[in-house]
């Protein structure tokens, strides 16, 4: 990589120990990882207690709730969170091992087993890392602490002149004065707490915490041994297939189960409008139920995925100001040009290879529960609520999960199979099929973004005035040196907030909830303006930014991408966005060829600079930077849902096309280091930023702006410059 | 209609009686035990249910269990050799080609039947071969790194 255009980073290292070790380490990697570690900015991070307390109320203040010292040395690490591929199980333990000064092999870890480990909210939003983890790290760093106050009294040495390394006490004056943990310990649990708590440690010490480190689950995966909740067996268990209804919205009127019935050994059971066919083969039953004649009133909706946008706009929550300053209208007089844009989103699917799964075994007024969900204490309520059992007797356990994405976070499935259980007796699987999945997903909101700006005739910025329709906050806000600018909310992140009913189907969080819409939309009009002045789009960028650390995370992306200035199109396809997600701060940069004739595009490679404080583990974020951007390119080019009256039209990968291996670019992840500031999380941020980068570069290829995503060859055919 | 059925089960015979228009996918994870073949579509569009039958990457999803009769069949359990993965599994392992796995097992058994036919492919050869099999997650960068390095190692071994 070339260009010094833009001159950063590698120069600036302040932390000579921790990253230049770490990055001559990393240099033996691939993915054309970088790590750039630079000066610190002038800037405070947030507090780690007020993060610990946004990890919730109920998440336990007793640090042994989080963890525990073995007989054999062997430390368990409790986390309600779970592992749905974003690393979790990987990262975790690497936090806990770098407070308590244990290596890390020696760590074990429990995960979203209701029982055993501490309340947890959900693996969403990134919270792993950002919010979880300062709470994990607190726990650790307590018992430290604690530690080494017993082994003061054991050794009769003072706290002072004591040291901890691998799990071992010793005299910094005579070294072979030690214990260990397991010894002070003896296998029981910890009684005394620190008399205050101690803080966590700042980057520069870490000794764990940002060195590559391996994933836990790939042998178990690459074996075929990780169970998933629908691989979970228990004997006399029931798999139940579950009647879908033609369309949302539609009633069921009557049905005649008898050929279902008919088939030997199946059982079909009716509570309300739930019918399942039982059976102790998942086929059968799913050829049973295929068999019930089920008779429907048709859905009131009349509803498709072209009048949607029509009516969302009608619909939407009153607008909610989440930020503002200056005034807009004095902005407007210091415009040279204004331009008014509006951008539109489609619903989109999750679609995880695993579809939602659960199996709920009730035993002597208790109930055990195997789920694929990101909530499994949200899981062990609705399965209590479903058995009508208080919750304390729900042990919910969670197996891994084959891809989250956001659509794991309610439990109807277990519901479900909680209820079955519950009228048969016997334990009951509930899988969905594909077109289930599909149909009852809780798709990313379609989202309406209008935003009208101005520019002065030096290139600045002068106004923003941006309006954002059920795509909610998250991202929302811009970060550029805007003197007169204002954002408006209409409706909540998850495409809620608006009249009941303004969405023909349920709608949720999605990997970078909001955000995808928001940051296509806002560094689309970016783009837009930077061509209006006519300056390239990085230079645009950072002239129109104050935000150091953006500036930074700018210049590094552009300069690693060997970005050429020119203003745009400029027919070579190259497109740039920044962003900002739950605190990490991102630059992407892309390269695409566009077949006029066709309207097909080829993304030919993609490039990320990447801040999210300090990554806990490079290896896992390159990893996830590199999925989100894979992930991201069905969105950008063609996953849409497509719907009429209550009926989902795309019901399995034949219509909803995700990304295959013939789409993929060449990627890479630049890391960069603000230790200074919290750390954030690496699961998301980068697939928000794609669709806004793929767009950019469309343009730059072929002067096609696309104001609708995804971009189909038929939508950017239809806007190709004649 | 319910009738005795033969094959070989990662190397062992296994007979059942069993209705042969039922899919080979749903016999594995039930009656068989062996859950590692995924149901992701139920169609044959995404490959995580693939198992290889004679050689060749099968989606056992759309395949009666009658069709299997008499046939050899390997499933990801049956990959891992006297306790040793095997280097396609290594390889996976070494370049993280996994993230919430539940492609992986379809993954590996299409790459060792395409290795098998193939053991020298360009990185062309395996995104053709490989583009049925769907990933939600994104590895793919990471599963054609791997199979490159397996058909490397598996080149050594032959030399060996
Ligand atoms: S489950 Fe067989 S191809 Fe998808
Ligand atoms: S690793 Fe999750 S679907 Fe491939």
């Keep these: 990589m070339s260009g010094d255009n833009y001159p950063d980073g590698d120069r600036n290292e302040v932390n000579p120990t921790g990253a230049l070790r770490r990055r001559d380490f990393l240099k033996t990697l691939g993915g054309g990882l970088i790590v750039v570690a630079t000066l610190p900015l002038a800037g405070e991070g947030l507090l780690q207690e007020q993060q610990a307390r946004r990890g919730g109320q109920s998440a336990p203040a007793d640090f042994n709730a989080y963890l525990r010292v073995g007989e054999d040395g062997r430390v368990t690490c409790y986390t309600g969170k779970i592992e749905q591929g974003q690393g979790a199980m990987t990262v975790l333990p690497l936090m806990l091992a770098e407070e308590l000064e244990v290596a890390p092999s020696t760590v074990d870890l429990v995960l979203g087993d209701t029982d055993l480990c501490p309340y947890d909210g959900g693996t969403v939003g990134s ?29 009769n040495v003072p706290v002072e002149r004591l040291r901890v390394k691998d799990g071992a006490v010793y005299d910094l004056a005579k070294p072979e004065t030690k214990v260990t943990y397991a010894q002070l310990v003896q296998g029981k649990r910890i009684e005394r707490h620190a008399a205050a708590k101690p803080p966590l440690k700042a980057p520069a010490d870490f000794k764990v915490m940002g060195w590559p480190a391996p994933r836990r689950d790939a042998r178990e995966k690459a074996t075929g041994r990780a169970k998933y909740a629908g691989d979970i067996r228990v004997p006399g268990m029931l798999y139940a297939s579950i009647l879908r209804p033609p369309a949302h919205g539609a009633k069921l009127k009557t049905i005649d189960a008898s050929s279902a019935e008919a088939v030997a050994g199946v059982r079909v059971v009716r509570d309300g409008d739930l019918v399942a066919a039982l059976h102790e083969q998942p086929d059968v039953a799913l050829a049973a139920a295929a068999k019930i004649k089920a008779a429907y009133d048709p859905s009131p909706s009349v509803l498709d995925d072209k009048n949607i946008f029509d009516h969302l706009i009608k619909n939407a929550a009153p607008g909610r100001a989440v930020a503002q300053g200056g005034d807009l209208a004095e902005g407007a007089k210091l415009a040279a040009t204004t331009i008014e844009s509006t951008f539109l989103n489609s619903y989109v699917a999750h679609a995880s290879i695993e579809t939602h799964a659960a199996l709920v075994e009730p035993k002597d007024g208790k109930a055990t529960a195997w789920v694929s969900t990101q909530a499994p204490f949200r899981a062990k309520e609705d399965v209590a609520s479903a058995l009508g059992i208080p919750s304390k007797d729900v042990h919910v356990i969670e197996p891994y999960v084959g891809g989250g994405f956001g659509g794991k976070s309610g439990n109807p499935q277990a519901v479900q199979a909680a209820k079955l259980a519950k009228i048969t007796g016997k334990p009951v699987q509930v899988m969905r099929t594909r077109a289930d999945e599909f149909f009852l997903d809780t798709f990313r909101p379609a989202a309406v973004v209008n935003i009208k700006s101005g520019l002065a005739a030096d290139g600045k910025i002068v106004f923003w005035d941006y309006e954002v329709l059920f795509a909610g906050e998250r991202s929302s806000q811009q970060f550029y040196a805007i003197p007169h600018h204002r954002t408006v909310v209409r ?8 009249t009941t009913g303004a969405h023909p189907f349920g709608t949720g969080a999605w990997r970078g909830p909001g955000s995808n819409t ?41 300069d690693k ?11 070579r396809g190259t497109g740039f966005a920044c962003a900002e997600y739950l605190g990490t701060y991102l630059s992407a940069a892309a390269e695409v060829a566009v077949d006029k004739a066709t309207g097909k595009v080829k993304v030919i490679r993609m490039l990320c600079a990447h801040d999210s404080g300090v990554t806990v583990n490079p290896d896992g974020a390159v990893l996830q930077i590199e999925g989100c951007f894979t992930m991201g390119l069905g969105a950008a080019f063609a996953e849409e849902v497509h719907f009429k009256n209550g009926e989902v039209k795309d019901l399995n990968f034949d219509t909803y096309q995700i990304p295959r291996f013939s789409w993929l670019p060449k990627i890479e992840a630049v890391l960069v280091e603000s230790p200074q500031f919290p750390i954030s999380g690496v699961g998301e941020p980068a697939i928000t930023i794609t669709q806004a980068v793929l767009a950019n570069a469309v343009f730059d290829a072929c002067g096609a702006r696309l104001f609708r995503l995804p971009m189909t060859p038929e939508r950017i055919r239809e806007v190709l410059p004649k | 209609m319910v009738e005795p059925i033969q094959f070989t089960l990662n190397g062992k015979p296994v007979r059942l009686e069993v209705d042969g228009e039922r899919m080979l996918l749903w016999v594995l994870r039930t009656e068989l035990g062996l ?48 306790g040793k993965l095997h280097p396609i599994q290594e390889a ?3 370049h993280e080609a996994m993230q919430c796995g539940f492609c992986t097992s379809g993954m590996i058994l299409t790459a060792y039947a395409l290795l098998a036919k193939n053991p020298r492919p360009t990185e062309k050869d ?31 071994a032959v030399q060996r």
């Design chain 1, 127 to 155: 919270q792993c890392v950002r919010i979880f983890g300062p709470l994990l790290r607190a726990a650790a760093a307590e018992a430290r602490v604690v530690l080494v106050e017993m082994a003061s009294e054991k050794l």
């Design chain 1, 491 to 498: 409706g909540d992140t998850f495409g809620g907030g608006g």
């Design chain 1, 561 to 571: 991408f060997g970005w050429k200035p020119a203003k745009a199109p400029s027919g």
């Design chain 2, 92 to 94: 996976f392992i070494k």
């Design chain 1, 518 to 558: 928001n940051i296509y939309a806002r560094e689309s009009q970016i783009d837009i303006l930077a061509a209006k002045a006519g300056i390239d789009p990085v230079e645009f960028r950072l002239l129109n930014l104050s935000d150091e650390r953006m500036k930074r995370v700018v210049r590094i992306g552009a």
């Design chain 2, 35 to 82: 859950t590692g073949a995924k149901y992701g579509c139920g169609e044959g569009f995404c490959g995580a249910c693939t198992v290889i039958v004679d050689g060749e990457p099968v989606r056992s999803c759309q395949a009666p269990i009658k069709t299997v009769r008499g046939k050899g069949i390997l499933t990801i359990e049956g990959l891992e050799r006297d």
């Design chain 2, 126 to 156: 395996i995104r053709d071969g490989l583009e049925d099999n769907l990933c939600r997650c994104g590895t793919h960068t990471r599963v054609i790194q791997a199979v490159l390095t397996a058909a490397a190692e598996m080149k050594r």
